[in-house]
């Protein structure tokens, strides 16, 4: 049988066919990690149970961070917060554990290397001891489909000093941003290009929407998500979203504040980027969850006022297909959330798809490697 091409309805997701997710595998027999798979023709999901069979993870492992060949859709690499797999299910890094911190969300993210002849990728993860910002470099020397090898370790900053969660912001294949945050009101960026990954002056950006915001990040409430020209940022349940600007240097403009107090970990914008989704805790009548923010008018309102809710979600992820889809926090089924953008009518349909397997995961991991063609 011939290898499925990847085939995401939006190009620029093409490293994010198969996500994983779900909670650490304790025991040979567990079946308990879980894969969101996009990798067919229609990009329908398909839930995939038992395909990590014989791995045993720390109980400390949670922060999913997944990256796919853009050529076949497979993913070729997942971290858990201890240990790095490849796409064969071979530990990478059995002598060189890697240690974040547990108890958080989104504080690791994975990105190909821009300057190296073979496929390349940094693992950039937060320190557990230290809180400084780290990456691992892992490469295929025979290709992407073959055993990955272990390159080593480099620090990407030493004086964090707070659990921070991760993002990128891709200007094209040669030239990406690692964002995170020094705290609740400053964002910092440092380049990768073709030069490798720089660690001298990274830019500081303030985050003016956030200027009343006094306390540590919260790496349970924080979250720095990106698509297309625009970023959402989220600082303990506090929302802004911002353009990004590469032309001269690296800058977000036209900040504003989306809301003060949500539910949400990690909002998402539409395929057009002209909305983002977020959370809000359900009212009395279990109603009125989602709301949408409109870019332009700076406006927000309820998705559908209409829909009662079953469950509580925390975390939306805008998949290949176009769909967005939200996770639960942990519960006894596994329940799925999608919000579907009619392009005839411009409505919004939300629904919840049940599921039994006790799979619930807080996130769907850090997987929003894209490219988004900045310049």
């Not at 796919?68 to 060189?96: A, S």
């Not at 660690?199 to 409430?221: E, G, Y």
């Not at 979203?241 to 949400?264: C, D, M, P, Y």
Request: charged share 15%; proline share 4%; hydrophobic share 40%.
């Amino acid at each position: 049988m011939n290898e499925l091409n990847a085939s995401a309805k939006i190009p620029a997701l093409q490293a994010q066919m198969q996500w994983i997710a779900g909670t650490p595998q304790v025991s040979a027999g567990s079946t308990s990690r879980m894969m969101y798979d996009f990798n067919n023709a229609n990009n329908t999901l398909n839930r995939e149970l038992g395909f990590f069979p014989g791995i045993i993870e720390a109980n400390t492992a949670q922060q999913e961070s997944t990256i796919c060949d853009p050529q076949t859709g497979k993913w070729v690499l997942f971290f858990d917060g201890n240990d790095i797999y490849d796409g064969l299910h071979n530990l990478v890094n059995p002598d060189n554990k890697l240690d974040t911190l547990d108890h958080t969300y989104l504080t690791s993210i994975i990105a190909p290397s821009c300057s190296e002849s073979i496929p390349t990728y940094y693992i950039f993860y937060l320190d557990r001891t230290t809180k400084h910002l780290n990456y691992a470099i892992v490469n295929f020397p025979l290709g992407l489909s073959s055993k990955a090898n272990w390159v080593g370790t480099q620090s990407l900053n030493s004086d964090n000093g707070v659990a921070t969660p991760f993002g990128l912001a891709c200007v094209n294949e040669d030239e990406y941003w690692v964002l995170s945050l020094a705290n609740a009101t400053t964002l910092v960026a440092y380049k990768c290009d073709t030069t490798g990954v720089s660690t001298v002056a990274p830019v500081h950006i303030m985050l003016q929407p956030f200027s009343s915001i006094t306390a540590a990040v919260d790496c349970k409430t924080s979250s720095i998500v990106t698509f297309s020209n625009k970023i959402a940022i989220t600082v303990n349940g506090q929302i802004m979203v911002g353009e990004l600007k590469v032309s001269s240097g690296f800058s977000i403009i036209n900040q504003a504040l989306v809301s003060n107090a949500t539910s949400t970990l990690a909002p998402d914008f539409n395929t057009s980027a002209t909305k983002l989704y977020f959370l809000k805790t359900l009212d009395s009548a279990k109603k009125n969850q989602v709301w949408v923010y409109e870019i332009d008018g700076q406006a927000s309102y309820s998705a559908d006022s209409s829909y009662v809710y079953g469950y509580q979600y925390l975390s939306l992820k805008l998949a290949p297909n176009g769909i967005i889809y939200g996770t639960n926090m942990f519960t006894s089924v596994d329940p799925i959330l999608t919000i579907t953008e009619i392009p005839e009518t411009g409505a919004v349909e939300v629904t919840e798809m049940l599921n039994q397997d006790i799979n619930s995961s807080a996130t769907f991991g850090n997987i929003q490697y894209q490219i988004n063609a900045l310049k």
